[in-house]
């Protein structure tokens, strides 16, 4: 069975960190494309950014770049994404997403996603 789980999440001051862990089983994680997306209450869901095998990466939403960075742990099935100079705007659900067929379009869609964790930071 595929599971992903999504754990880090919590409340923090604007300007703080946080670190995302996603945890998967069920399956060989080297051989798909990892993302994370978030979504606000009330707000459409949004691409954030996208990694594959090779390293490379994919960002989708350009007010991420310089202040989130992903990165996989393969022998442990985990991917990371780590969260620094957090604003209020970051609040939202965080999710990862698992494809086979490479990072999709707008980091909207996946084959496989968890449950997500809470973000909330506080002005």
């Known amino acids: 069975e595929v599971q992903l789980v999504e754990s880090g999440g919590g409340l923090v001051q604007a300007g703080g960190s946080l670190r995302l862990s996603c945890e998967a089983s069920?399956?060989?994680?080297?051989?798909?494309?990892i993302g994370w997306f978030r979504q606000a209450p009330g707000k459409e869901r949004e691409g954030i950014l996208c990694?594959?095998?090779?390293?490379?990466?994919?960002y989708y939403e350009d007010s991420v770049k310089g202040r989130f960075t992903i990165s996989t742990d393969y022998a442990q099935n985990t991917v990371y994404l780590q969260l620094n100079n957090l604003k209020p705007e970051d609040t939202a659900v965080y999710y990862c997403?698992?494809?086979?067929?490479?990072?999709?379009?707008?980091?909207?869609?996946?084959?496989?996603w968890g449950q997500g964790t809470q973000v909330t930071v506080s002005p």
């Open positions: 997403g698992v494809d086979d067929l490479g990072c999709p379009g707008y980091g909207l869609v996946y084959d496989y």
């Open positions: 069920g399956f060989t994680f080297v051989d798909y494309a």
């Open positions: 990694i594959i095998s090779s390293g490379g990466v994919t």
